[in-house]
Each structure stands twice: as structure tokens, then as C-alpha cells.
């Protein structure tokens, strides 16, 4: 059973395009949205994260997006750069022992 | 600052071997976690703990075993391996929420255990 549910599961975009990846969640319980960035023999390491209290949130050229009502949620980053080039991985958890459940992993690729 | 050491880094073993993962944190995180990565599925978690001495199962236990006897360090073990095991096995940590720090506080990973099981 996957509790949350993410797409696509590969992405190519052009360099300065926007890149979007969204997942479905359906365990009302979460409380806590980050996205992770995995390289390459390397761990994923958090990015961005939001609580359903806001619709939206912002670092940089990283932006999650909420939408509460439909237990959906997406990260769009602007500007795309070969460097973002990488798995992403959105993941929800509550609270307590901050299990984290992730989704199954986008491989974005950002062609020069 | 280290962050999360996990040794070994790669392993082969063949069906039915023993092995303990190695797990080592040098942030006074409260809490640490197992998981495996497996093709289109994303990360799951084996087994947590919520501190020195104490550790519970999270979604795929099967097959392992942990223990938690220092607060830095968090050691995953295969008793009689299989090839379902073969995986990229990632040791987390993190602080608690408290009174301190009252939101989620971030996971920091370390680099993996690639493990092939023959």
C-alpha cells in the first residue's frame, strides 16, 4: 500500500524551463511535506518543507505548492539548471516519531 | 562535522551469511531510522528508534534486526540474508520535537550501504 504517490517518474527538461512533480497523499494524519534531493551515491538530503497550514512556500527557485482539500501537493522549480539534475523524492510523515513515508522518486534531468 | 557515517559502504554476501550495518551520527540526534531503497519504490523504513536503548519496527522489519546501545550509533542486522535483500540501505537521524525544536526537524542521511545478496 503507497501512501503516497508521486509523478512522474522521469522528467526532462530544458535549462530555464519549469520542472513539476506532484504527489497524492492519503493519510489525513500527515502533518509534514519536505521534498528530498538525491544525487548519485550520495543520500537524500532535505530540500524544502511545508505543514497543510499554508498553500504555498518558497525558497529561491524552489516553490511547494499545497492543496489541502485535495491531499495533493507539488514542487515546481523555476529556472531549471543542470545541476538540478537529480531523484527527487516527496515524502509526508505526522508527528511524534517523525516516520517519513515516502513517494517513489522522480528522476529529473535538465538538458543544457 | 561528519554528520552520518554508515559502514560498510559496499558488501556482497551470499544467501543465508550474517552481517550487521554500522550507523554513526555525530549531531546528539534523538532519534534515528533504517531504511531500503529499492528501484520505483522509493525509500521505506525497517526499523526506528526514539533513543539510546530503545527501537521499534517501522514498515518493512522482516528479515532484520536492530539495536540502539549508545545514542550514536544505530546498528541494522541480517540474521540469514536473502536475495530480496539486495538494496541500498540508508541509516537516518534526527533531533526530537520538543520544547526546543516544536516542529518536524529534517532527517540528515548518510551516503548508503549498497548490499548485494548472491
Known amino acids: 500500500q503507497q501512501q503516497v504517490k508521486q509523478s512522474p517518474q522521469s522528467l526532462i527538461v530544458q535549462k530555464g524551463g519549469i520542472s513539476i512533480i506532484n504527489c497524492a497523499y492519503e493519510?489525513?494524519?500527515?502533518?509534514?511535506f519536505p521534498w528530498y534531493q538525491q544525487f548519485p551515491g550520495k543520500g537524500p538530503a532535505l530540500l524544502i518543507a511545508?505543514?497543510?497550514?499554508?498553500s504555498e512556500k518558497k525558497e529561491g527557485r524552489f516553490t511547494i505548492s499545497f492543496n489541502k482539500s485535495a491531499k495533493q501537493f507539488s514542487l515546481h522549480i523555476m529556472d531549471s539548471q543542470p545541476g538540478d539534475s537529480a531523484t527527487y523524492f516527496c515524502?509526508?510523515?505526522?508527528?511524534?516519531?517523525?516516520?517519513?513515508?515516502f513517494g517513489q522518486g522522480t528522476r529529473l534531468t535538465i538538458n543544457p | 562535522n561528519a554528520g552520518v557515517t554508515q559502514t560498510p559502504k559496499f558488501r556482497v554476501l551470499k544467501t543465508g551469511q550474517s552481517m550487521t550495518l554500522l550507523c554513526a551520527q555525530d549531531?546528539?540526534?534523538?532519534?534515528m531510522y533504517w531504511y531500503r531503497q529499492d528501484p520505483g519504490m522509493g525509500l521505506r523504513l525497517i526499523h526506528y528508534?526514539?533513543?539510546?536503548?530503545?527501537?521499534a519496527k517501522g514498515e518493512v522489519p522482516d528479515g532484520y534486526n536492530v539495536s540502539r546501545l549508545k545514542k550514536q550509533n544505530f546498528l541494522l542486522g541480517l540474521e540469514s540474508a536473502a536475495p530480496s535483500q539486495t538494496s541500498v540501505y540508508f541509516c537516518?537521524?534526527?533531533?526530537?520535537?520538543?520544547?526546543?525544536?516544536?516542529?518536524?526537524?529534517?532527517?540528515?542521511f548518510g551516503d548508503g550501504t549498497r548490499l548485494s545478496i548472491l
Open positions: 537516518a537521524s534526527s533531533y526530537r520535537i520538543g520544547q526546543a525544536t516544536p516542529s518536524n526537524q529534517p532527517q540528515h
Open positions: 493519510n489525513t494524519a500527515f502533518d509534514y
Open positions: 511545508i505543514r497543510p497550514d499554508v
Open positions: 515524502a509526508a510523515s505526522t508527528r511524534g516519531a517523525q516516520k517519513l513515508v
Open positions: 549531531m546528539n540526534h534523538e532519534y
Open positions: 528508534s526514539v533513543g539510546e536503548g530503545t527501537t
